[in-house]
């Protein structure tokens, strides 16, 4: 149902990987609440799997966005620019990591693998920051995707457990340096979603009957789920809320 939560704003979603993707929920629950957006694609061949929830969306901005690609970051700034002069919200929702990495201890993590977690999962945040800025001369709001794995460990999560600290330790930072600014910056942290990028984690299956097990609620969250608060997170009905992770879990972050 359509509702004027973000009547008049503009965000950019970046991280959609198909239809079932957070980001794919995220970006119907703007659009369902008046937002206007700007929607990326990793390649060529990611294209064809992000382009129907583009034209869902009625998206007037869809760009490839490679984060390793020099360049190819600033092209959709400077799109966002030169079309619509400004922008209200940043949805960051991408996170990598080499298989043999992702799947193998700790402690046995090559240093080019946990510097490629690291760049694409963290630092690319900070670069669609510094980039959305001056797209933000009245405030605005940033938000990224997070997991439980950031704050407890979680069995076969691996390295992506102190990424994903990193990456809210980043949040926290952004916030009290952007707050002067009026431009907050939030995590979001989910439950385990059948996605391709959970499908990643080894033993996905299991974590997700564990989720299903132990959250209060006795079942999984949704995309749809997901992308309820992330509106509201960006949305001005938050305007207080900053350098938070916020969970959507059904609980789940509360057992012990």
Known sequence: MENALLKGKRGLVVGIANDHSIAAGCAKAFREAGAELAVTYVNEKSKPYVAPVATEVDAPIFMPLDVEIDGQMEAVFDT?????????????????????????????????????????????????????????????????????????????????????????GTVRYLAAELGPKHIRVNALSPGPVQTRAGSGIAHFDALIDEARRRAPVHS????????????????????????DTTYVDGGYHVMA
């Open 80 to 168: 966002v620019r030169s079309q619509w002069g400004q922008l209200d919200f940043v949805l960051h929702s991408i996170a990598f990591c080499p298989k043999d990495d992702l799947h193998g201890p700790v402690s046995q993590c090559s240093k080019e693998g946990f510097a490629k977690a690291m760049d694409i999962s963290v630092h690319s945040l900070i670069r669609l920051t510094r980039l959305a800025v001056p797209l933000m001369p009245e405030g605005g709001s940033i938000l990224t995707m997070s997991y439980y794995g950031a704050e407890k460990v979680v069995d076969h999560y691996n390295i992506m457990g102190p990424v994903k600290s990193a990456l809210q």
């Open 220 to 243: 999984l969250v949704t995309i749809e789920d997901i992308g309820h608060v992330a509106a509201g997170l960006v949305s001005d009905l938050s305007a207080k809320v900053t350098g």
